[in-house]
């Protein structure tokens, strides 16, 4: 069975920085292009980033370059988000997606979610 | 770039027909496969359409995807409609330089 489990999030200050995990199993890891995708208070689903199953190929949304960077540990089968320079506007539960292939950005799996408030 | 367009609200009595569109603004909406979620509040996203017209084991047959190229829009349609069927539900695309591209999302009322 597949299984995503995302921790890290919590209340941070603008300005602050906070780093998401998401823990995988029930698949080969390594074989699977892995996602991020937010959803703010109220609001509609909004893609973050992508990496491909080795890591060698990270892709970003317009809205996070430069403040957000994705990884991943296939060793440990854990996907990571760094998120930098938090806005108020970054608030929302992000959710690690597993990609259904590397050519389809298309997503078969759902974590649970994981809160991050940006407030002072 | 491109985006995805659905109506913000739809709703429809137990027992009928609902059709939910997804509207891509440029590029083929037959290009690149669509795919349907929903979302019931609380829960992450589930879906309920794959590759444009393909149900997920588990997803009843009420449930049908399709895509229509002279509007270049993908829509769901939901048959005997039931209260358990309310939520929110997202059409979803891609391509290789907007990478993932979800639709505003639809909520589904069944009253």
């Known amino acids: 069975e597949v299984q995503l489990l995302e921790s890290g999030g919590g209340l941070v200050q603008p300005g602050g920085s906070l780093r998401l995990s998401c823990a995988a199993s029930g698949f080969t890891f390594s074989s699977y292009a892995m996602s991020w995708v937010r959803q703010a208070p109220g609001k509609g689903l909004e893609w973050v980033s992508a990496i491909s199953g080795r890591g060698g190929s990270t892709y970003y949304a317009d809205s996070v370059k430069g403040r957000f960077s994705i990884s991943r540990d296939n060793s440990k089968n854990t996907l990571y988000l760094q998120m930098s320079s938090l806005r108020a506007e970054d608030t929302a539960v992000y959710y690690c997606a597993k990609e259904v292939s590397s050519t389809m950005t298309l997503f078969d799996y759902w974590g649970q979610g994981t809160l991050v408030t940006v407030s002072s | ?111």
């Not at chain 2, 509207?23 to 829960?43: D, E, F, K, L, M």
């Not at chain 2, 997920?56 to 509007?71: K, Y």
């Not at chain 2, 769901?76 to 309310?86: A, M, V, Y």
Request: with cysteine; aromatic share 10%; glycine share 8%.
């Open chain 2, 1 to 111: 770039n491109f985006m995805l367009t659905q109506p913000h609200s739809v709703s429809e009595s137990p027992g009928k027909t609902v059709t939910i569109s997804c509207t891509r603004s440029s590029g083929s909406i037959a290009s690149n496969y669509v795919q349907w979620y929903q979302q019931r509040p609380g829960s992450s996203p589930t879906t309920v359409i794959y590759e444009d017209n393909q149900r997920p084991s588990g997803v009843p047959d009420r449930f049908s995807g399709s895509i229509d190229s002279s509007s270049n829009s993908a829509s769901l349609t939901i048959s005997g409609l039931k209260t358990e069927d309310e939520a929110d539900f997202y059409c979803q695309s891609y391509d290789s330089s907007t990478h993932a591209v979800f639709g505003g999302g639809t909520q589904l009322t069944v009253l």
